[in-house]
Every structure is written in structure tokens, then in C-alpha cells.
T-cell receptor, first 116, second 114 residues
Framework: DAGVIQSPRHEVTEMGQEVTLRCKPI?????LFWYRQTMMRGLELLIY????????DSGMPEDRFSAKMPNASFSTLKIQPSEPRDSAVYFC??????????????FGQGTRLTVV | QQQVKQSPQSLIVQKGGIPIINCAYE??????FPWYQQFPGKGPALLIA?????SEKKEGRFTISFNKSAKQFSLHIMDSQPGDSATYFC?????????????FGEGTQLTVNP
């Protein structure tokens, strides 16, 4: 398996524009996580899905952020409208579930978002 | 509050030294404590993990020490090498109810000088 695949790797956009980040989890994994990483706040969990259903979105900072998982092999994180303070590296991760020994989270390479 | 506190924020050692990174948690329901390693431009990757039924776990040059009563755990890197220079994150989760919904520490930037 190629691992968790995120696109794009880099995104530069103007304030007010819509941004969509994409993630393809590892096949067979039933958990998918979106994290945001900044120098100030470290790694923050934004939202996670189990079997394509959102379980906890309490980390989503504002209504400008939304995430979907239409099927087991694809998820999107959308920011609309984007603001400069959204600039960060966004990571997608997937894992195979809650059984002992099977909860390693595999991270993608991340999307570096810059909002100017 | 599900927080994990990590220290120090940064650490510089000489090659062969033994850097130690410490973490403390509050939620006694946590039952899985992994450490992740992150190189620049990459996503974090699992390094080693421990569960609270043991006090120590060793994998190669990496050792986790776990103190359940103190709610603390630490990472030791034996015979550190320049290639170990990276950011290290401790984390905690409740496995059975949330998969690997990880609560991360703030991260420690480790530099190992040649």
C-alpha cells in the first residue's frame, strides 16, 4: 500500500477563497483523522471518522471548516472562506481500529496551506 | 481535561548522549501511550508505544519508562545519533472506544550534534 495520500502537498490561496484538502486513507482502515499542526498549538485533532461517519468534530475551529467522507477511500477538509490564521500544515491519518495492537495511526505527508 | 504535557520543548545533545523526554497526563482512562517521531516535511510516524500494564518497554535504542501512579511516562534514546534529530511527540489515547484518537503533547525538537 502507498500509505495515506494527501493532496495537494502545498496550497497558497488568497484570503476569502475556498480551500479543499483531500485524503486517501490506507485501504482497510476504518478510522480517519484530520489534524492541524502549527508552531503555536502543535498537533490538534480537528475531526475523526469511523466507518465514514463523523464521530467527534469538537476540534473544528469554526463553521468555516467542514469535513466529509463520502466513502471509505476518500475524505475532504474544506475551509470556506479561508483566513490567514488558517495557515498551517494539515495532516490526514488513518488506523485500523480499537483492538489492542492495531491502533497505530499512519499519517500522510501533510498539506502545507498558506493563506495570504 | 484530556491533556498531555510534554517537556522539554527543545533538547540538544552530543552524539552518544542519552536524551530524555518527559510527558505527564491527567486522564486515568488513557490506556495506550505512543511516541511519534517527525522529520521535517514529513508526517509523524509511530516510534514505540506502551500500555499501562508494564513499566518499561525497549525497542532497539529507544526505551519508554512508564509510571502509572505518577501519571508520567518518558522516552530515552540510548547512544543517540545525528540521524535521531527530529521532533518527538508523546501521545495518549483510549483504545477501545476511540481507536487511535490521539491526544498529543506539545512536541520536543531534538538535535543530536556529531
Amino acid at each position: 500500500d502507498a500509505g495515506v495520500i494527501q493532496s495537494p502537498r502545498h496550497e497558497v490561496t488568497e484570503m476569502g477563497q475556498e480551500v479543499t484538502l483531500r485524503c486517501k486513507p490506507i485501504s482497510g482502515h476504518d478510522y480517519l483523522f484530520w489534524y492541524r499542526q502549527t508552531m503555536m498549538r502543535g498537533l490538534e485533532l480537528l475531526i475523526y471518522f469511523n466507518n465514514n461517519v463523523p464521530i467527534d468534530d469538537s476540534g473544528m475551529p469554526e463553521d468555516r471548516f467542514s469535513a466529509k467522507m463520502p466513502n471509505a477511500s476518500f475524505s475532504t477538509l474544506k475551509i470556506q472562506p479561508s483566513e490567514p490564521r488558517d495557515s498551517a500544515v494539515y495532516f490526514c491519518a488513518s488506523s485500523s481500529g480499537g483492538s489492542r495492537g492495531e491502533t497505530e495511526a499512519f499519517f500522510g505527508q501533510g498539506t502545507r496551506l498558506t493563506v495570504v | 481535561q484530556q491533556q498531555v504535557k510534554q517537556s522539554p520543548q527543545s533538547l540538544i545533545v552530543q552524539k552518544g548522549g542519552i536524551p530524555i523526554i518527559n510527558c505527564a497526563y491527567e486522564n486515568t482512562a488513557f490506556d495506550y501511550f505512543p511516541w511519534y517521531q517527525q522529520f521535517p516535511g514529513k508526517g509523524p510516524a509511530l516510534l514505540i508505544a506502551i500500555r499501562p500494564d508494564v513499566s518499561e518497554k525497549k525497542e532497539g535504542r529507544f526505551t519508554i519508562s512508564f509510571n502509572k501512579s505518577a501519571k508520567q511516562f518518558s522516552l530515552h534514546i540510548m547512544d543517540s545519533q545525528p540521524g535521531d534529530s527530529a521532533t518527538y511527540f508523546c501521545a495518549a489515547s483510549i483504545e477501545e472506544t476511540s481507536g487511535s484518537r490521539l491526544t498529543f503533547g506539545e512536541g520536543t525538537q531534538l538535535t543530536v550534534n556529531p
